[in-house]
């Protein structure tokens, strides 16, 4: 009964009533996932598990025995950063810092969305290959909030990041 | 409001009358800013340049500790239980079953809390942080629908919120003031911010109203707003000994550490308060309940304590924005010229604090006119304290004077940029001070020029794509150049050549960290990586308050001071071996590493060599700021010129805002990489406030109903467009490094640009915040 | 959060043995009743983990779709099949909540979500007839925005919160479920219930009774079909109306439509009286106007919700006009 956290496994609290927010923020102390509200309305509480990104507020740690968590900590490479976190830096894509990690790991679960094929609201066509115009962008980055502002730097940022990605895409549509 | 805070605000405002009538005619020369910084002639400094946050790699790694982030030994955890009256008594509180539920250290209520004096309220001294006049937890008065009545202590979080929602109040509810319009009947009374009466009157501006051939008189209201910085509210804190040691997320820590001590009969050197982080304050990241509350409880169980507020502890505990009631009358001749300039109105505020939203401190320095009536009056309302949020006064008072001199435009059939140049004063309207420096109309003309303004059609609703009617609007931001007195810095400065800065400022992500380390290296002729800056903490010398979009002025003010006095003590160590050997300290300058007389530069010495020949390690000083007395020489203010492109769907009503411009005039750029983002951040602000930002409060019985950012609604990724951010860039001859602080006139003017373009793609006026769909439904 | 205990069912009746217990809950993704529990308005002792149950979406016999009730939203809306044969569904949920919300979400879970009125959340300071039966209701007189127009009663004006579940209403689907009795199925517009005197029960299930599957019928002109949410803020915001319709036309008549409305009702308001104005019909928009009038007849407005009565016209009409269009 475990959970492996960045490549460490952990074992499931004994409460069943404590998130898997609250077991990495008070139980490991890994506190660069971020509670924001606490009810699945901010984002700032994003990881992935195994590859997809959800809201660890809302998810109990033991429903997810056996699973992959990633969180902002097991993005860099030692001393190198994600190319993501480094074009946030290079875009000012936050202020204060807090809704960051959220933001950072969603948009890397919605990379590989992307990559899927998993339309979007936004999308004019259900069914053709996705292409990350900035609108696809903003439309699935909306469920991680900020408040400084920083949205059009994140956006860059992550325009920047996934431009090989999205230059492929726009060539194929 | 108490006798005490009336006496203490009439005391302030003598004296403050006082030196109004004798700074002014003062010489330039005896004001700070007298005789220009010469950073600001510097051309090859770090100043002016994009500089990446020197904390981005800490939070891009998630490794930035926060207030919530702080282990210690021993540690419980709180939860707050909250009053669901808007007044009266706890006629009872059961606590038995939360006390003897799993996990539970205490409970504390006002019948066992510490004895704790009243925090001094914010503004009855200059190191006065408390939200209110209220004694907290030390009877059994509900104050406001929301006030906390227990906090459990346990030792996880889960525990303290379980044990929470197991207690059990009544009350014995008294009569209250929940609804605007029962406020309202029990009279209105003047507003005074910061000791100074909010009313001017110049002329017979009701009379040249009557009398003007074009007029316009409307009333705008603006309602309740909330900060919600992403990052909740939260303190950890711990009595090691006699101190206090409070990890905190603040905007004051030194005006805290004062406020709290008071509280507790400690000295000030008693309790230290860090703040290294902040995750978005606007204002609302201040001294509330739950750090007094937190520190209490720590007292009573002997332990260290986290406090964190739930996002719903958060609307029941600190304040935000109060609603407004502004009515705008703009009467003015044929060519548009304001003959008569009324801003009047009403905020709502509480019995026990003293923050009537300034709707019209913008309107004061605004636009030339023959007569002016401003004033801003309150009603009291039994609810939490409102407070500061980003600009305010500003925020809200531009919504309804940009608004009526855009109808005004209408009814003179002129362009409402136009209407404003026509209107630009030569001096200060109102004070009749000089202006220290505005640019506005130069933002306007670079603005309209990039925004294609050109290709607005006049007439509402005559651009259309599908279902989209499309608009423009434009409108005015303007706010004050402050600076606070009390700011210090101390330079440590180190044989290898590298110095410390610290200030007791405050980073919440304005990236004041970075341009600290920028202005200071300059300062000091120091590359950046030989500069590091430290912040945040309270045992750091001197006041510096994050707000009124004040910091930099007062850091750059501060270590200019330190700076003169790093100077006379360095040449006190060169001594006559020196080639700076005879000068006096005005004559030397910082450059390179060391000093050199300013007008022979080969007479120069570097730090390293003066500090190794006097076999120093380090050399330190701190110094405060001048007394900021410039404010009461010159008129000084930031401007904007604001353009929004905005899409109505003809269909539902819905706004989306397709385009953004700001031009600004703030003085010198510090950082352009920063202070981009800091326009950015108040432009979509602006856009939440224009189009969907509402505190709900039920009148019926005082209570926040939507105290969620579910409910609440900020502006997602997809409301917010790119944002186009100019600026003027030209130097306040004034000011520190020429520089104005840019955090709050990022807000202001905004919601007016987009009611103003709703209006040119719709026809519809909105007269209230927020412009959702439904009031625009056409 | 009130102490619970917590199993996870290895399958369908494992789940129904363990749901047996008192104060049971069946526990999807969490979404919804993780936070439910957290602001202490639901109270289960026991959770019962039924994401182990089915997540496949199989084809039925017929020509319809089966969908395990664990099946996560994100994987709903982007299976090809309903993406190409009920775009409705696809639109629906990828206009709820966050894409993060939907990676957890299931499928039963999506079902059994409660409403968001903030009377019915404000545990300490509200009454509310739905979480406490009898207590009253604050909401009727309160901020009722995103309050019912439709079939609401003097105990309850609350709206069902789903996106996804406006599409179902729409498409026919079918409800499989397992209680005490044995399986069973239910039309979907016949799961969810109207407050009445009796709010506290958001829909028709026994107690532990369980979702396993949600069945799509075949349904050809489906494909021309669509949902138009509008609300607040641009993203990630419930509905203020939501409109799922699907439209088949043929030489200018309407010969078959379907379409259900979100966010005016206790629950996903299936839109009859307007199918049956439309049904054999010109496919105009004075036609469109007349079925969304007749829908909206009986419509009650509350302190602020009376501009939806015309918003749902309005909107009903484009949608309409925009599949007609499509149709074509």
């Known amino acids: 009964m475990s959970i492996l956290i960045n490549g460490l496994a952990v074992a499931l609290p004994d409460d069943p009533r404590v998130s898997l927010l609250d077991l990495l923020r008070q139980g490991l102390h890994l506190s660069g996932t971020k509670k924001g509200c606490n009810q699945g309305a901010c984002g700032a509480c994003t990881v992935l598990v195994d590859g997809e990104r959800i809201v660890s507020c809302l998810a109990l740690a033991v429903q997810y025995d056996g699973r992959q968590v990633t969180t902002i900590e097991g993005l860099a490479d030692g001393d190198a950063l994600h190319p993501l976190q480094q074009a946030f830096i290079d875009h000012d894509g936050f202020q204060c810092g807090y809704c960051t990690p959220g933001q950072i790991c969603s948009a890397i679960g919605m990379a590989a969305e992307a990559k899927r094929g998993v339309p979007s609201h936004v999308s004019a066509d259900l069914t053709a290959d996705v292409t990350l115009t900035r609108e696809e962008l903003q439309e699935r980055m909306s469920g991680n909030l900020c408040r400084c502002g920083a949205h059009n730097g994140i956006i860059d940022a992550i325009r920047e990041t996934l431009k090989s990605e999205i230059d492929t895409a726009e060539m194929a549509a | ?778 | 959060m009130t102490p619970f205990t917590y199993a996870r069912a290895e399958d369908a009746a494992d789940a129904l043995r363990l749901g047996q217990a008192s104060a049971a809950a069946y526990l999807g993704g969490g979404t919804n009743l993780v936070d439910l529990i957290r602001e202490t308005v639901a109270k289960p002792s026991a959770l019962i983990d039924v994401t182990g149950l089915s997540s496949e979406i199989e084809e039925t016999e017929g020509g319809g779709l089966m969908i395990g009730a664990a099946v996560r939203n994100t994987a709903l809306a982007e299976h090809l099949a309903v993406r190409t044969r009920y775009p409705v569904l696809s639109r629906a949920i990828l206009a709820g909540a966050s894409a993060q919300i939907r990676n957890m979400a299931t499928v039963g879970g999506n079902l059994l979500q409660r409403t968001r009125c903030t009377y019915f959340y404000d545990t300490d300071g509200s009454r509310c007839n739905k979480r406490a039966p009898g207590s009253g209701c604050d909401a009727i007189e309160g901020f009722t925005r995103g309050h019912a127009i439709l079939g609401a009663s003097s105990a309850c004006v609350a709206t069902h919160p789903s996106d996804m579940c406006v599409a179902l209403a729409a498409l026919d689907a079918i409800v499989h479920l397992h209680g005490r009795g044995g399986a069973r199925t239910l039309p979907f517009t016949e799961l969810h219930r109207l407050p009445g005197d009796h709010p506290e029960f958001d829909t028709v299930l026994e107690p532990g009774e369980l979702v396993t599957a949600i069945e799509l019928p075949p349904m050809n002109f489906a494909a021309n079909s669509t949902y138009r949410k509008v609300r607040d803020r641009a993203s990630y915001a419930f509905a203020l109306v939501s409109i799922a319709a699907a439209l088949e036309i043929e030489g200018g008549v309407v010969k078959d439509v379907r379409i259900a409305l979100g966010g005016v009702a206790h629950k996903p308001w299936r839109a009859s009286k307007a199918e049956a104005v439309l049904r054999g019909g010109p496919a105009t928009e004075q036609a469109f106007r007349a079925a969304a009038v007749a829908e909206m007849a009986d419509a009650q407005p509350l302190r602020d919700n009376g501009f939806k009565i015309e918003l749902t016209k309005r909107t009903l009409v484009a949608v309409l006009g925009d599949l007609s269009g499509a149709a074509a």
């Open chain 2, 1 to 778: 409001m108490s006798i005490v805070d009336t006496l203490k605000e009439t005391a302030q405002g003598l004296v403050q009358g006082a030196m109004s009538k004798l700074v002014p005619l003062a010489p330039d020369s005896w004001i700070p800013g007298g005789v220009p910084d010469p950073l600001i002639r510097q051309q090859h400094g770090l100043i002016g340049t994009s500089v990446s946050r020197l904390d981005g790699p800490l939070k891009v790694r998630g490794a930035a500790p926060f207030a919530a982030e702080f282990p210690l030994e021993g540690m419980v955890y709180a939860a707050l239980a909250y009053a669901t009256i808007p007044r009266g008594r706890i006629a009872a509180i059961d606590t038995a079953a939360a006390e003897a539920a799993p996990g539970v250290v205490l409970v504390m209520t006002h019948l066992n809390a510490p004895r704790m004096n009243t925090p001094a309220v914010f503004g009855s001294s200059p190191t006065a942080a408390g939200p209110a006049d209220l004694p907290i937890m030390q009877d059994d008065r509900v104050h406001w629908n929301g006030q906390p009545i227990a906090v459990v202590l346990a030792e996880t979080q889960e525990h303290a919120d379980h044990a929470k929602s197991l207690i059990v109040a009544t009350y014995a509810a008294e009569p209250s003031t929940t609804s605007l319009a029962a406020a309202k009947a029990e009279g209105p009374q003047p507003g005074l911010f910061m000791g100074q009466p909010l009313l001017n009157e110049i002329g017979d501006a009701d009379a040249m109203l009557a009398a003007a051939p074009h007029k316009v008189d409307h009333v705008y209201r603006t309602p309740r707003h909330n900060h919600n910085a992403i990052e909740p509210h939260a303190a950890t804190i711990a009595w090691v000994g006699d101190e206090l040691i409070v990890h905190d997320a603040t905007q004051l820590v030194t005006a805290e550490a004062q406020t709290i001590a008071d509280v507790f009969d400690l000295k000030a050197e008693q309790v230290r308060v860090t703040s290294p982080f902040v995750g978005g304050g606007f204002g609302g990241k201040c001294l509330w309940d739950h750090q007094i509350l937190g520190a209490a409880a720590a007292k009573l169980a002997g332990r260290p304590v986290r406090i964190t507020l739930t996002r719903e502890g958060v609307y029941r505990v600190v304040g935000g924005r109060t609603l407004t009631e502004q009515r705008v009358a703009i009467g003015a001749d044929a060519d548009g010229r304001f003959k008569a300039l009324v801003h009047t109105g009403i905020a709502a505020m509480t019995p026990h604090n003293n923050m009537p939203e300034p709707f019209i401190l913008g309107t004061r320095g605004g636009y030339a006119a023959d007569s002016f009536k401003l004033s801003v009056e309150t009603v009291k309302m039994n609810m939490l304290a409102n407070t500061f949020m980003r600009a305010p006064g500003e925020s809200v008072g531009t919504f309804a004077l940009e608004s009526a001199i855009d109808e005004l435009a209408v009814e003179l059939d002129m362009d409402p940029i136009a209407l404003r140049i026509r209107n630009e004063p030569d001096k200060d309207p109102t004070s009749g001070l000089p202006f220290s420096s505005r640019h506005i109309v130069e933002a306007w003309r670079s603005g309209a020029a990039r925004f294609g303004w050109d290709e607005r059609s006049a007439e509402p609703g005559t651009r259309r794509e599908g279902e989209w009617l499309i608009g423009m609007g434009c409108a005015t931001g303007t706010y004050p150049y402050y600076r606070m007195p009390g700011a210090a810095a101390r330079i440590t400065l180190r044989r290898d050549g590298h110095a410390l800065v610290e200030i007791a400022a405050h980073e919440m992500g304005m990236g004041t960290s970075t341009t600290t380390a920028m202005v200071a290296a300059d300062r000091l002729g120091l590359p950046l990586d030989r500069v590091s800056v430290g912040y945040g903490d309270s045992i750091i010398p001197g006041t510096i308050l994050a707000g009124g979009s004040q910091q930099t002025a007062a850091i750059g003010a501060a270590v200019i001071a330190a700076h003169h006095a790093l100077v006379a003590e360095l040449l006190k160590l060169a001594g006559n071996d020196s080639r700076l050997a005879g000068l006096a300290p005005d004559e030397v300058g910082s450059e390179d590493g060391g000093l050199a007389k300013l007008d022979d530069p080969t007479r120069r010495e570097s730090y390293v060599s003066i500090l190794e020949r006097a076999q120093r390690e380090s050399v330190v000083v701190s110094e405060e700021a001048s007394q900021p007395l410039e404010l009461m020489h010159w008129s000084m203010h930031s401007h904007s010129a604001l353009f929004c492109e905005v899409r109505v769907n003809a269909v539902t009503g819905e706004t989306r805002v397709s385009r953004f411009l700001g031009a600004f005039d703030c003085g010198r750029i510090l950082n352009p990489k920063t202070a981009r983002s800091q326009f950015r951040g108040g432009i979509v602000m602006g856009l939440g406030m224009a189009l969907m930002e509402e505190t709900q409060f039920d009148e019926r019985n005082g209570r926040i109903m939507n105290p969620s950012l579910a409910e609440y609604h900020v502006p997602v990724h997809l409301d917010v467009p790119e944002i186009d951010v100019i600026w003027t860039d030209i130097a306040d001859p004034h000011t520190p490094m020429g520089a104005h602080g840019v955090g709050e006139i990022g807000i202001t003017g905004v919601a007016a640009a987009v009611a103003n373009a709703i209006y040119n793609a719709t026809g519809k006026r909105v007269r209230d915040l927020p412009i959702t769909l439904d009031k625009v439904m056409i």
